[in-house]
């Protein structure tokens, strides 16, 4: 009975490549939320979403894009992959993106080779 | 710029010793405050969070911590620590209210107690 799921785990690809995340969350938040946590364990947001618009946007390369076709999913999909996109990347929610407590999923382990 | 400091990068302890990791952060208005907490190979769970009131959070697992404003602190501490406790450990700030409002995280403290 996950709260917060991503597929897949674990993502071995190879530089250049496309791939996606997906994320999904069974809470009836209105929030999720992309991190990026680096072989530092340093975790630095990527996106935000409330209820399927953009809220932010850091400073990330656009060949990262975020969509979200409802309020419950919100995917990661990565162009032409380089090394340095290799780490964990945890989806998370909450239930209005003000005050309220982060609930995050388990995580994507992205290797680039 | 907002920032998040969490000066201990790795402590190491017994068990049954006290722990205390430090949180400071750089923002001069309303803050919320969390501690959340990294098992090896596992996702962030919240330890505990501070919104209003009583500055002294009681939190899971034993731990609490006390929100100090003028110091801009909200350490973290545990009486006695086991080794189930081993585990990375982020603080982190919210420092808005609206829906554009982010939370920042420490760099995190990794905890490593020995049996």
């Known amino acids: 009975d996950t709260a917060v799921s991503q597929t897949p785990k674990y993502l071995v690809t190879q530089m250049g490549n496309d791939k996606s995340i997906k994320c999904e969350q069974n809470?009836?938040?209105?929030?999720m939320y992309w991190y990026k946590q680096d072989s530092k364990k340093f975790l630095k947001i990527m996106f935000s979403y409330n209820n399927k618009e953009l809220i932010i946007n850091e400073t990330v390369p656009n060949r990262f894009s975020p969509k979200s076709p409802d309020k419950a999913h919100l995917n990661l999909h990565i162009n032409s992959l380089e090394l340095g996109d290799s780490a964990v990347y945890f989806c998370?929610?909450?239930?209005?993106?003000?005050?309220?407590?982060?609930?995050f999923g388990p995580g994507t382990r992205l290797t680039v080779l | 710029a907002q920032s998040v400091s969490q000066h201990n990068h790795h402590v190491i302890l017994s068990e049954a010793a006290s722990l205390e990791l430090g949180c400071n952060y750089s923002?001069?208005?309303?803050?919320?405050l969390f501690w959340y907490v990294q098992y090896p190979g596992q996702h962030l769970q919240l330890l505990l969070k501070?919104?209003?009131?009583?500055?002294l959070v009681k939190g899971i697992k034993g731990f609490e911590a006390e929100f100090i404003k003028s110091k801009f602190s909200f350490n973290l501490r545990k009486p006695s620590v086991q080794w189930s406790d081993t585990a990375e450990y982020f603080c982190?700030?919210?420092?808005?209210?609206?829906?554009?409002?982010?939370?920042?995280f420490g760099s995190g403290t990794r905890l490593s107690i020995r049996p």
């Open positions: 923002y001069g208005g309303t803050v919320n």
């Open positions: 998370a929610s909450s239930l209005d993106g003000t005050t309220d407590t982060q609930y």
């Open positions: 809470l009836g938040h209105d929030t």
């Open positions: 501070y919104f209003s009131g009583d500055p």
């Open positions: 982190a700030v919210n420092p808005g209210y609206s829906s554009a409002s982010k939370i920042i």
